[in-house]
């Protein structure tokens, strides 16, 4: 029972790095000895047919935030009736009893269209958060890797992945907070405002240019967090499907293959909760990754293969010669 064990426990997360150093090394996949620096850049950023850019250039940063504004912006906009109704069961649990209900007692007073409310602010928020979120992500990752060095990168890549997440969300929730707070009164509020236009000036005339960022402490409490288990979870599911699951390296696999790849690691990622949560975050989060790693294809952006470790870690384990 304990040998069926074992290997699952070594797929967790936040597995010691002491301890996996052999479990990586002696799993891995036998390949030609080459110098780190070599094998890394050529992964990083290939030759210039094969990319468009350059891995960590600003052209690379700039279409990476462009794949966030997309990913995050078109989900969570598609999703507008949804939030809207959750949002009215928060605040009214009396009125909008349930998912159902909200729905039907929305379209009774409001039309169809009622069920839109909210979405202008849902758009432009969440894109600002994409571009931040996404965008940075890349950003401070390159940045604390290579504070770290290419070994302690390896070493302690979860602790790299929620590091970098975290210092991006900061900055997305920024982005986020005023469109954020716009579609709260917009949507819970009923005669407050019925689009961003009206709804604006407004809050802004009431209570100054707090009354946008008011709310953003609050997203920091729930934002930073969940980011953190997002992208750290999804780094290391990418890492255990072409490890384990995946019959090949990611280098042979089609640019189909490896977005299928992405989709599933996505939604494998935050599968725990509530069945609806799962459906619908789980859903949301895998079509986010889905979105952002295609438009890293469409634009031919460098996407490096998964971790692996350094032959300079390896001579010290004395796995190679």
């Not at 959750?86 to 349930?98: F, G, L, T």
Request: aromatic content about 14%; some cysteine; overall charge positive.
């Amino acid at each position: 029972m304990f040998s069926s064990i074992a290997p699952l426990a070594r797929l967790n997360p936040f597995y010691a790095p002491h301890f996996q150093l052999v479990q990586d090394g002696v799993r891995k996949r036998p390949e030609p000895a080459e110098a780190p620096s070599t094998r890394r850049s050529l992964a990083a950023a290939s030759a210039a047919e094969e990319y468009s850019c350059e891995y960590g250039s600003l052209k690379f940063y700039a279409l990476c935030g462009f794949g966030g504004v997309l990913s995050c912006g078109l989900t969570h906009t598609a999703v507008v009736p949804l939030d809207l109704v959750k949002c009215r069961m928060q605040v009214d649990p009396q009125k909008y009893k349930s998912i159902f209900n909200g729905f039907s007692v929305t379209v009774k007073e409001d039309g169809v269209r009622g069920l839109a409310k909210g979405w202008a602010p849902t758009f432009i928020g969440y894109s600002m958060q994409g571009l931040c979120k996404f965008g940075f992500y890349e950003v401070f990752k390159i940045l604390y890797g290579n504070m770290l060095g290419e070994e302690n990168a390896y070493l302690w890549r979860t602790s790299l992945y929620l590091a970098a997440s975290a210092s991006a969300e900061f900055f997305a929730d920024i982005a986020l907070a005023p469109m954020e707070a716009a579609k709260v009164r917009i949507q819970t509020q009923p005669g407050y405002a019925n689009t961003l236009r009206q709804a604006v000036p407004k809050m802004f005339g009431e209570e100054g240019i707090w009354a946008f960022y008011k709310g953003v402490a609050p997203l920091w409490m729930r934002q930073i967090p969940y980011t953190m288990m997002k992208f750290a979870c999804f780094e290391r599911t990418v890492e255990a499907l072409y490890k384990y699951v995946v019959p090949k390296p990611r280098s042979e696999c089609s640019k189909g293959e490896q977005l299928v790849v992405t989709f599933i690691a996505g939604y494998i990622g935050v599968w725990k909760g509530l069945f609806a949560r799962i459906i619908m975050i789980g859903t949301l989060t895998a079509l986010q990754w889905f979105i952002y790693d295609s438009v890293k294809v469409y634009f031919r952006l460098p996407r490096p293969p998964p971790p692996e470790m350094p032959e300079s870690l390896k001579k010290k384990l004395g796995l190679t010669q």
